[in-house]
């Protein structure tokens, strides 16, 4: 007899193991065995709910994508000055939930996966537009569209280099430090923009 409410617990279950799994690894060299084990379940299970380990990882990095845009999108409803925005994002993109190490694990097999996989790719591909698009949005209200997109793509680099970074670190990086660092290029950025 199933029970009834149970799948979504399960889902969650499996998705919150695969993260952790995949950090325990470091890369996604793992089985759907050691995932559904470390979610209490059976691998007949996890492939019940899934179909795949990719279709698990897919759900995995949907997740962590959404809580990123949450994130986002609620530091960004406090804020009106372009140059807070501008912060918030950065904020957002180093915040406890996503520079967790399991996390950062995750969106590393993430990176890789995406070269081989349309579905993962095309993921990546949204996550790079909505990034870029928020940072050009409000670049674009302190600087004409040339440096708006110019500094736009050097923030996104420096987000995703952090990122590589920790996860190749045997110890965790100072997280609002690495913040601060991305900040101060962003001063940089607008201030070089403004001399010209």
């Known amino acids: 007899m199933p029970k009834y409410g149970m799948e979504p617990i399960r889902r969650s279950a499996l998705i919150d193991a695969t993260i952790r ?6 890369s996604l060299e793992v089985t759907v065995g050691q995932i559904a084990r470390r979610a209490g379940m059976s691998s007949a299970l996890a492939h ?28 960004l409803k406090t804020r009106r000055d372009p140059l807070d925005r501008l ?21 590393l097999a993430f990176y890789v996966q995406a070269q081989n996989s349309p579905h993962a790719s095309r993921l990546l591909r949204v996550y790079a537009r909505r990034l870029d698009s928020n940072l050009v949005y ?16 050097s923030l996104a680099s420096m987000i995703d280099g952090f990122y590589i970074r920790h ?19 962003l001063e940089i950025g607008l201030e070089r923009e403004r001399k010209r």
Do not use: C
């Open 21 to 26: 799994e995949i950090g325990q690894v470091g």
């Open 48 to 75: 019940h709910y899934f179909g795949s380990k990719e279709q698990i990882f897919l759900a995995a990095m949907s997740r962590i994508l959404t809580e990123f845009s949450e994130d986002v999108r609620a530091r």
């Open 87 to 107: 912060e918030a994002i950065i904020e957002a993109s180093f915040g406890p939930r996503q520079f967790d190490r399991d996390v950062v694990a995750a969106w």
């Open 138 to 153: 409000n670049l674009r209200q302190l600087v004409d569209e040339t440096p708006a997109r110019r500094i736009a793509q």
């Open 167 to 185: 996860a190749l670190q045997d110890h965790v990086p100072d997280r609002l430090g690495t913040m601060e660092l991305v900040r101060e290029y």
